[in-house]
């Protein structure tokens, strides 16, 4: 089915908020936004109410859209539901995980390094979210990762403001290569505490909030 207008303009502002072409409390009109996504006034209505409903923005009446700040209490809370339901698709992903799931990981690997090379971080986290989401498909738990996916919207754009602070680490690539080399049952703990320190040094503040007071709350 062709995607509707409404889908892509939506789909194009929300990427620009998270790779923050459009940065936390910029201020932006329906107006503006038509004029640079090349779009009428009722489709970015509606893109901004729905990205509103995510968090991404502010929407006051008779005045400007606010792009919402990163708000620390926020990324804790999305980070306690990111962490709760992926170490719980663990046992479930191990257990239907099958050698054509093995080998789509490890392609996935393969390009996140060459995104590594080419320094693309936009391409890294596209890929890296792809990687995530195999493994709540895998675990036939897709619907937890569409409620990451619509709710960590504060600590995805940390994940990425830190890749563009410090450069992608190999780390994340050694780390994915052993969930994916331990990817099978009696490895759970293995895999959760993987996962646990992922989301604690990669979607956390941590320093940003120092080197970025402007865009938190």
């Known amino acids: 089915m062709k995607e509707s207008i409404n889908t892509r ?3 194009k502002i929300k990427e620009d908020i998270m790779h923050l072409e459009l940065k936390p409390k910029e201020g932006v ?3 503006k936004l038509a004029d640079v996504y090349g779009a009428s006034r009722t489709p970015i209505r509606e893109a901004v109410l729905k990205l509103s409903q995510e968090g991404l923005v502010n929407v006051k009446p008779q005045a400007k859209t606010i792009i919402q700040p990163v708000s620390e209490e926020r990324v804790k809370q999305e980070n306690f539901i990111r962490k709760s339901l992926e170490i719980s698709a ?3 992903f ?3 995980c099958s ?22 971080i936009s391409d890294f986290c596209e890929t890296d979210r792809r990687f995530h989401k195999l493994i709540f498909d895998t675990a036939l738990n897709e619907l937890a990762y569409e409620v990451i996916e619509s709710s960590a919207t504060h600590s995805q754009r940390l994940f990425f403001l830190r890749l563009k602070q410090h450069g992608i680490p190999e780390e994340v690539i050694e780390n994915y290569k052993k969930m994916v080399s331990d990817a099978r049952p009696g490895k759970e703990d293995v895999l959760r505490d993987i996962i646990d320190s992922h989301i604690e040094q990669y979607y956390s503040i941590g320093n940003l909030k120092e080197l970025y007071p402007d865009y938190f709350a």
């Open 29 to 31: 009109s329906v107006q």
């Open 99 to 120: 050698p054509y799931v093995l080998d789509t990981l490890h392609e996935m690997i393969r390009i996140m390094e060459h995104a590594i090379q080419k320094n693309k």
């Open 9 to 11: 303009v939506y789909n």
């Open 94 to 96: 191990l257990y239907n």
């Open 90 to 92: 663990v046992p479930d």
